[in-house]
């Protein structure tokens, strides 16, 4: 046998939302619906899909390691130099950079819990340790708690804004008085990947705070409101500096070219991004007045997913809406045993979740 490391023995493998085919399979369905990973209902950009197609004329050749024209069209769509950017197949494989840049053996890194499994992960795959800070009591990043949770070894900050798994942000003005007091020696990562979803009102234009802090990374996605998840990509805006260490642990053309195409099609398509933002917003009114007329309490949501409390086991409610042909994700996996984690859909969507879970909770 060949030795692997230790670590890897204290390492999970991701739980990803199942799959559509794989329910039909099993289920014997064949109309199933899958609002379990968050991905947008209303598909992608149709410039998009047909930069994709004129891309197939080109599968033979390697893609462009730098990302050039993204690069060069977010640079100016953000206002910001072309070097701020490093791309990934998916913000997955940035988190991943980030760590491998940062983290040496026995560091730590610090987040709020529930959170984004994946800041973990690439921490522990690192040999580093990670404090999970729990969310203060309405479901937020306690960011006294994790600013008191800061030690020597302290190398990195996670800061999901919104939250996945509860929808949650800080503000703004929360986070600049976050910013003021972590020491400029420790990494903030602000991951973003809820951007469009969430932007206006009280939440953080985060690139406005570049210049003046040297000690951030913002990372943002194609995946979710560009629609883009099955290509793999996501990007990290942050200064020259770091971004130019991160790209030397960046794999060479670990962005493929129709990710490219397609994403550089996607950002010049904001009638999209538009759209899918007025449909979650109408999805998100429907759903909140279902559970209040079902009783059930709810996180008010900034993102495209809503975590309901079903008031019982929610793997045994995940299981009876499967059988019904609603894929959605249980809480146990997020130490929120009677809550649901649901993606708003397409109308039609929403209400087919709304019929099955209120069959299953009799309500
Ligand atoms: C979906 C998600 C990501 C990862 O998205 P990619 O598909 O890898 O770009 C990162 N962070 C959070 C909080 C997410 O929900």
């Known amino acids: 046998m060949v030795k692997h490391r230790k670590t890897v023995e204290t390492l999970e493998p991701y739980r990803p939302g199942k799959p559509i085919s794989e329910v039909k399979r099993e289920l014997g369905l064949t109309d199933v619906i899958k609002l379990a990973s968050n991905e947008n209902p209303l598909g992608c950009s149709p410039k998009a899909v047909e930069a994709l197609i004129k891309w197939t004329n080109e599968v033979s050749l390697y893609p462009d390691g730098n990302c050039t024209e993204l690069r060069n069209a977010l640079a100016e769509k953000f206002k910001l130099d072309p070097g701020q950017f490093l791309f990934g197949a998916g913000s997955d494989q940035i988190l991943e950079i980030i760590a491998q840049t940062y983290i040496n053996p026995g560091d730590s890194t610090i987040t709020g819990w529930p959170s984004f499994s994946r800041y973990e992960a690439v921490t522990r795959i690192m040999d580093g340790n990670i404090i999970r800070v729990p969310l203060t009591r309405d479901y937020r990043f306690d960011l006294d708690g994790i600013l008191n949770s800061i030690t020597d070894t302290t190398r990195i900050i996670w800061v999901c804004n919104p939250n996945n798994p ?106 999209f991004v538009q759209r899918s933002v007025q449909n979650n917003e109408e999805g998100k009114r429907c759903l909140y007045q279902a559970f209040e ?50 993606t708003i859909g397409t109308p039609e969507q929403n209400r087919r979740f709304i019929e099955a879970l209120k069959e299953v909770l009799q309500r």
């Open 166 to 271: 509860t929808g949650t942000i800080i503000t703004a003005e929360e986070q600049k008085a976050f910013l003021k007091k972590v020491p400029r020696h420790v990494l903030v990562v602000l991951d973003e990947a809820y951007y469009e979803y969430a932007r206006g009102g009280d939440y953080p234009e985060s690139t406005a705070l570049l210049d003046e802090y040297d000690n951030i990374i913002i990372l943002r996605t194609f995946s979710k409101a560009y629609g883009l998840a099955g290509l793999r990509i996501g990007y990290a805006i942050s200064n020259k500096e770091i971004i130019e260490l991160l790209n030397r642990v960046r794999g060479p053309f670990n962005v493929n070219a129709a990710a490219q195409a397609a994403a550089l099609a996607a950002l010049g398509d904001q009638e």
């Open 293 to 342: 007329e079902m009783g059930l309490e709810y996180i008010p949501t900034h993102t495209n997913f809503i975590m309901v409390n079903v008031e019982k086991n929610s793997v045994e409610v995940f299981k009876a809406l499967l059988q019904k042909g609603v894929i959605v994700r249980s809480g146990d996996i997020f130490d929120m045993d009677n809550w649901l984690r649901v």
